[in-house]
């Protein structure tokens, strides 16, 4: 036993199973998170419910099985629920997502076993999925198609509506966000145009007969569109569908609102995988709504890789060349032993307080100075001086900067000192030195403080609360309107959504799947990032290795 101990062989089978606890235990948080937020966009089979309750009177419910739980039932006789019959030690209920917000008080609600009289899943059952007042459930009585009302094949002239509706409703947004926002973006430009004119004291009346003419030209191409827009709404606004209710009544939903309809009971397994796909595209390509509890997340997704994209550009060059100077140029002396133990000593400071010094120094000092000498024509409304995706982008730059200065120069000492002697010998000033040979040479290093960078920076929350992140952004960063590219626009990050539509939302049931949903996807976003650029490292690393022998 002394020998084997002394042979090692214990400590590594104890760190080959902490390894393995490790992954196995990664593994079983992904496999976690996926199940509970993949799971929700699978259609699921719609119950009706006929309920008594202690008195007798009866209800019908019809809606999804979110979850189901056993009850201990003294907890609810000592709740005030009273029972016709004993019953045993615990009672099931069931959560049941009823949408029909409009007449209901909630889109959730408990069901006890106890009550439920009949439970059947009737074929015909439609989902109709809305852009305002969530789900509703109800059986299709007719479809109300140019004022004529159709009940012989009122599926296939529902679908065909409902997509009609769709696109009509999608040109109008195109036209809203392209062109009429153009047009509302150049009456600002001109506005401010002539602001600055008239703190310049060069106002004249020519120069503001040439303003009011391209505002007036303006105004008659946004009275085109303007028109167009509302025939696309009109028109979208022509069809209605009358549903049966869960109540019995007869309720007309007018197609404008409903972007898709499915019949869960009625669809074979192989429907339900191209309805599962088709809601999951949805999730990441469409537009949040509903307070962040309905729809997509693709603003958020564009937000946070964008920002992780413009702080890697902005933390990398900074990163290698303090890197390099600590490393070729500085003195193995006290003050460099500072700043070493001090670049360290960042790397464990509270993200916050990053956050902190972003708003206080990028957005109120730098970007209020930017707004006094650059836009003083917006001021008192600040440009800059308010929270934007560049200043996110810096503050997480100063945040990741210590990882990637620490692992550059790693990088840097493993590079053989012959190799620099050798390239002097040979004629080579030291920076041709560094440019040609010692930078490619420690590129893959490099490129490992970037994973380690944009790992870290794609998580990170609290310091964007303060200096970018927003719960819903108007516009995309990026659009058609110069200079394309826009930096001072606040941006939404999947960090955030997660903490907005977990701890913020006024309808928690309905937010919990997508916080696992978002979480996951967040992860794969940032495992995305990771694997190029390790792919990119992987390269480099096989490109320069012939300059190490």
Known sequence: MKLWFKSGAPWVWMTAGAVS??????IGLLLLIASRGLSFFWPSDIHQFEIANSSGETSVIIGEVYESEQV?????????????KEQGEFVERYLIKTGNREYVELDFQWILGPEIVKETRPSGIAVFERSKNGNFYGFVDSVIVDGKNIRENKEDALFAAIDRAVDLNDQALDLQNDEIGAINYQLEKLRLKERKLELEDELTDAALHD??????ALRDEYKVYEKELFAF?????????I???????????PIFYVLDVSFPNDMNFFEKVIQYGKQLGKFVSDDPREANTEGGVFPAIFGTVFMVLLMAVIVTPFGVVAAIYLHEYAGNNAVTKIIRISVINLAGVPSIVY???GLGFFVYMLGGSLDQLFYPEALPGPTFGTPGVIWSALTLAILTLPVVIVSTEEGLSRIPGSLRQGSLALGATKAETIWRIIIPMASPAIMTGLILAVARAAGEVAPLMLVGVVKMAPTLPIDGNFPYVHLDRKFMHLGFHIYDVGFQSPNVEAARPLVYATSFLLVTVIITLNITAIGIRNHLREKYKSLEH
């Open 243 to 253: 549903v049966k209710d869960m109540r019995g009544e007869l309720v007309t939903l």
């Open 21 to 26: 606890i490790s992954l196995l235990s990664v």
């Open 72 to 84: 201990p039932t003294q907890r609810l006789i000592t709740s005030g629920i009273e029972f016709n």
């Open 355 to 357: 956050g902190v010094f």
């Open 211 to 216: 303003l009011e003419n391209q505002r007036q």
């Open 233 to 241: 709404r009109d028109e979208a606004r022509r069809d209605s569908v």
